[in-house]
C-alpha cells in the first residue's frame, strides 16, 4: 500500500524523529557525546567509514543531528541533508566541495553579505572565476552562461532587498549548459518555496534564522543528492570541522516542529505591517513580496505559498537619523540585526556603505540595488507578535522622528 504523501505541518512534527528504543520517550534525544564504543575492526580515518557505518566521533555524525539532517530533507524535499555550526559553514563547504581552479561560479550580485564578501576575494584567490549577475534579469544570466559554469548560486528573495529570481527558469537554462543550481531559501522556508521541486539541485538554510526560530541556536544545513552530500560530509564537513554542536541541533529540531504555524504568523503580520508602513507620510517606499506593489509580485504569487515576514521601508529624510531615534523610541520592536526570530527585529542598512564593502557591482547593477534600496532601507523582520502592537510602536517611534 503506497504511503500517503504527508502535509507539511505533519513532516515539521515527526520527521526525521522515532521513539527512543529504550526509554520510549517521544522526544528527540540530545546525545551530547562526542565519541561512542566502537567495533574492534573500525578504522581510524574517515576514509575508511561508510556513510550508513556505525557512530565513531561526532564531527563525523551524531544521533542528534542525524534527525535534524532528515528532518529538514523531509521538509524541502530532498534526498539527505548536512547540518553545519552556520548558514555560512553550509555555503563555505557547497563552493569547496563544487568548485575547483580554473571553474566558474555565477552568483546573485546580492546575496547575504557573507557568501558575497567571501566570493569577493577568497575564492578568486583559488583560482575561481566569479562573476556576479542580476539573476531577477533572465537575459544578464544567458549573457554569461556558458559551459564554463559549474554552480549558479541564486539567493531568493534575496537577502535584504528582497528582490526575486525565477528558480526554475534559471534552473533549466543552468542545466543546460551543465551548471548545478544551488539556492539560498533562507528567507523564504520550505514553508513558502521547496527549490528542489522546482529544479535546483541544491537548497542551503542558515538555522539560525526561521528554522530554529528563536534566535538562541546557529546552525546551517545544505540539502541536497545523497550521493553528493556523502561525498562532501566526507571531504568538506570533517575535515574542516564546521559541524553543528548537538545542542544546537536539539534546539533548532525543537523549533522545527512549529514552522509552518510561525510562518504563518509570521506572513500575517508582515502583511499589516507593511500595509501600514505603505500609507505612512514619512515612509518613501516599500518592498514586500506580498504586496502588489512589490515589482515581482506575480512572481512571488506564483513562486512562494507564503510570504515570509521580511520587508524592507525607505523614509522620507535622512536614513540614519531615522535609525537613532528609531533605536531610541522603539518599545516592542529590537533594533538589532539578523532575522526570523520569534521577536520582531529592524535594522538600517545605508547603500553607500554595502555597496563599497559586502557588494561588488557594475554601474547597471548597482543602479538596480539602487531601485530597490534607495539611499538606505531598514531591513525588518516581523515576528509573531500581536501586529496591532507593531504598528503601534512604529507611529510613536517615527512620530519623534
Avoid at 500595509?275 to 506564483?302: D, I, W
Wanted: aromatic share 6%; glycine share 8%; with cysteine.
Amino acid at each position: 500500500m503506497t504511503q500517503p504523501k504527508l502535509g507539511i505541518k505533519t513532516l515539521a512534527v515527526h520527521a526525521g524523529e522515532q521513539p527512543d528504543p529504550i526509554t520510549r520517550a517521544a522526544s528527540p534525544n540530545l546525545v551530547m557525546s562526542t565519541t561512542y564504543i566502537a567495533d574492534p575492526d573500525s578504522g581510524f580515518s574517515i576514509e575508511n567509514v561508510e556513510a550508513d557505518a556505525p557512530y565513531v566521533y561526532t564531527r563525523w555524525s551524531n544521533p542528534t543531528t542525524d534527525q535534524l539532517e532528515r528532518k529538514l530533507a523531509a521538509l524541502e524535499g530532498a534526498e539527505a541533508g548536512v547540518a553545519f555550526a552556520s548558514g555560512m559553514a553550509a555555503i563555505s563547504a557547497l563552493f569547496l566541495h563544487s568548485l575547483k581552479s580554473g571553474d566558474q561560479l555565477l552568483m546573485s550580485d546580492v546575496a547575504y553579505a557573507g557568501a558575497a564578501e567571501l566570493t569577493n576575494e577568497i575564492l578568486p584567490g583559488f583560482g575561481i572565476e566569479v562573476i556576479k549577475v542580476n539573476l531577477s534579469n533572465l537575459d544578464e544570466l544567458a549573457a554569461v552562461l556558458s559551459p564554463r559554469a559549474k554552480l549558479v548560486f541564486i539567493d531568493t528573495p534575496c537577502n535584504p532587498l528582497l528582490r526575486l529570481t525565477d528558480i526554475a527558469a534559471v534552473a533549466g537554462m543552468a542545466h543546460a549548459v551543465g551548471a548545478k543550481v544551488a539556492v539560498d531559501s533562507t528567507f523564504a522556508t520550505p514553508v513558502a518555496t521547496r527549490p528542489i521541486e522546482l529544479g535546483a539541485d541544491f537548497v542551503i538554510h542558515s538555522l539560525t534564522k526561521y528554522i530554529g526560530g528563536h534566535g538562541d541556536a546557529l546552525g546551517g544545513a545544505l540539502l541536497g543528492p545523497k550521493a553528493e552530500l556523502d561525498a562532501l560530509r566526507q571531504r568538506i564537513n570533517v575535515r574542516l570541522g564546521g559541524v553543528i554542536s548537538p545542542f544546537n541541533a536539539w534546539l533548532i529540531l525543537r523549533g522545527a516542529a512549529t514552522l509552518p504555524l510561525r510562518m504563518k504568523a509570521h506572513e500575517a503580520g508582515a502583511m499589516q505591517v507593511a500595509r501600514f508602513l505603505e500609507s505612512h507620510p514619512q515612509v518613501k517606499q516599500v518592498m514586500y513580496p506580498g504586496l502588489s506593489s512589490h515589482p515581482q509580485h506575480r512572481l512571488a504569487q506564483r513562486q512562494m505559498e507564503n510570504f515570509s515576514g521580511m520587508l524592507t521601508f525607505q523614509v522620507v529624510g535622512e536614513g540614519r537619523q531615522v535609525a537613532r531615534v528609531l533605536a531610541e523610541r522603539l518599545k516592542v520592536w529590537h533594533y538589532a540585526v539578523s532575522l526570523g526570530h520569534h521577536r520582531s527585529l529592524l535594522f538600517y542598512l545605508a547603500t553607500d556603505d554595502l555597496l563599497t564593502t559586502s557588494f561588488k557591482l557594475n554601474e547597471a547593477q548597482a543602479k538596480s540595488y539602487r531601485d530597490f534600496a534607495g539611499e538606505g532601507m531598514f531591513r525588518v523582520s516581523v515576528g509573531i507578535e500581536d501586529p496591532d502592537d507593531l504598528c503601534r510602536d512604529l507611529e510613536q517611534a517615527l512620530a519623534g522622528s
